[in-house]
């Protein structure tokens, strides 16, 4: 008996079950201690149940939802805090953070991030209430637990005054535009290319971020950094600020894969962290989305045929996908999906002929429905495109436009100079004040937001522009102007 007990015994403890970590529930939150430098606690999900909590915002997986997470509590000593997940070890966690106000009887969302693919997650946010407890939730994206789910964490905060909050936007590849770059200037990082990096930072604050400078850095061994800083001017609040400065050489014998890189943010106010993932192309076949075109009800769906999408209409996109390598792509399909409730597609996958390096093939067309409820947002349509040589994925923002019975604002009470524009747009109305403006191109993707009066619009590219504007009382305008 008692060996037959022993082996019982041993089983149990060669099967390894976790047991639940202390702070796996809101009531037993380990308490953090912010400072002016990331001082680093080691956690683990390892054995962590769920938290019986609405899948935050920030979390896009589309199956059943587990959200078996741990929990920690800081309280603020300043409005500028950065709170940083990063895997500890040969852990395989992909971190979801969120934090919330309120106590662990009535908890609120207060922020979310989830750095998709990358492992880590980090928010930098500029609106904590100074003396307020706060709590951290940490968890594993997806539904099934990670092998190794250690990590640490850090609660950051800055003193530098004023409520700035910067953080990466997206990025422009320059590899031989308008002299930026060297090599086949196709917009794809490709192996044995020099690229230009122009880099997009956003103030989510509401006080401006002045002397912006931004470094970028990365461990992949094929990425030899050669200029790793950038200038920036004064960033307002709620608006973005571009600089193409930084540059590294990609090694020819790369091969495609993502590029995590890491960016470090300081202005007069603080300093701020940030990542992202960038790809580098396979130089003989590599098909990706470089144009689409909305029609709804110009030559295609049904709509007010003003060439964006609106709620209560009927979609046809067309997609224009570019193979940037050398070699023949074969038997090409392009499948398109998205997770948004208000998104009901009638035509996910087109089917097209075999591509060339270097070939362009419009998709046409994919189809999709918006609810007549939809709200004014943007959103995220991934593209998967296959061939018998591989497989690409993209995904495209689309802004989706709520259904109004405001009246609209008419020309006669804007002002939009100089128009054509080649550096700064400017807008003024004379009846209202401006609450937003957005700038779509002729596909009806959204590329700039701001509420300034004055837009920089210098780093865009020649053509004709769509303008829209809301006003304080919510009237919408919509206008072109040409970027020359």
């Not at 800083?229 to 571009?242: P, Q």
Request: proline share 3%; hydrophobic share 35%.
């Amino acid at each position: 008996m008692k060996k037959i007990i022993f082996l019982i015994s041993v089983l149990f403890t060669s099967i390894g079950w976790s047991q639940a970590p202390q702070n796996d529930t809101c009531a037993n939150a380990i308490n953090l201690i912010s400072s002016a430098t990331c001082v680093t606690v080691d956690g683990t999900v390892d054995g962590a149940t769920d938290d019986n909590l609405p899948q935050p915002s920030c979390d896009a997986y589309g199956g059943t939802y587990a959200g078996e997470g741990v929990w920690y509590k800081f309280t603020a000593q300043y409005p500028t805090n950065t709170i940083d997940v990063h895997p500890r070890g040969s852990s395989n966690i992909d971190a979801v953070l969120v934090i919330y106000s309120g106590d662990c009887n009535n908890l609120t969302e207060f922020d979310c991030k989830d750095d998709s693919g990358v492992g880590y997650s980090i928010i930098n946010n500029s609106n904590f209430v100074v003396g307020e407890t706060y709590y951290i939730r940490v968890y594993d994206y997806g539904s099934v637990p990670p092998t190794n789910g250690d990590f640490t964490i850090c609660v950051q905060h800055f003193a530098g005054g004023g409520n700035v909050d910067l953080e990466y936007q997206d990025n422009i590849t320059l590899d031989g535009i308008s002299g930026n770059g060297t090599g086949d200037g196709d917009g794809f990082a490709e192996p044995g290319e020099t690229i230009s990096l122009a880099v997009n930072l956003k103030n989510n604050g509401t006080t401006t971020a002045h002397n912006v400078q931004a470094t970028i850095s990365t461990t992949d061994p094929d990425i030899n950094i050669t200029n790793a800083t950038a200038n920036y001017a004064d960033i307002d609040a709620g608006t973005t600020g571009m600089s193409n400065d930084f540059e590294f050489s990609i090694a020819a014998s790369a091969i495609e894969k993502d590029i995590i890189f890491s960016l470090n943010i300081t202005s007069d106010e603080g300093t701020f962290t940030d990542s992202f993932l960038f790809h580098i192309y396979d130089a003989n076949i590599s098909i990706h989305q470089t144009d689409l075109l909305i029609r709804d009800g110009n030559g295609g769906g049904s709509g007010n045929s003003n060439g964006q999408v609106d709620a209560g209409e009927s979609i046809q996109l067309e997609v224009k996908l570019h193979n940037a390598g050398t070699s023949v792509a074969h038997n090409v399909s392009s499948t398109i999906s998205t997770q948004d409730p208000d998104i009901s597609i009638t035509n996910a996958t087109v089917n097209l002929p075999d591509m060339p390096g270097g070939a362009d093939e419009w998709a046409q067309s994919f189809n999709f429905d918006v609810s007549s409820a939809c709200p004014d947002k943007d959103v995220v349509f991934t593209i998967t495109t296959t061939s018998d040589e591989g497989s690409w994925i993209d995904q495209i923002l689309i802004h989706v436009n709520a259904s109004s019975t405001v009246n609209e604002i008419s020309q006669n009470e804007v002002s939009i100079y100089p128009n054509p524009a080649h550096d700064f747009l400017h807008i003024k109305l004379n009846r209202s004040e401006i609450k937003e403006i957005s700038i779509y191109n002729l596909s009806g993707q959204r590329i700039l937001r701001t509420n300034s009066e004055s837009v920089n619009i210098y780093q865009l590219k020649q053509g004709i522009y769509l303008l829209k504007i809301i006003d304080d009382s919510g009237r919408v305008g919509n206008f072109k102007f040409i970027k020359r």
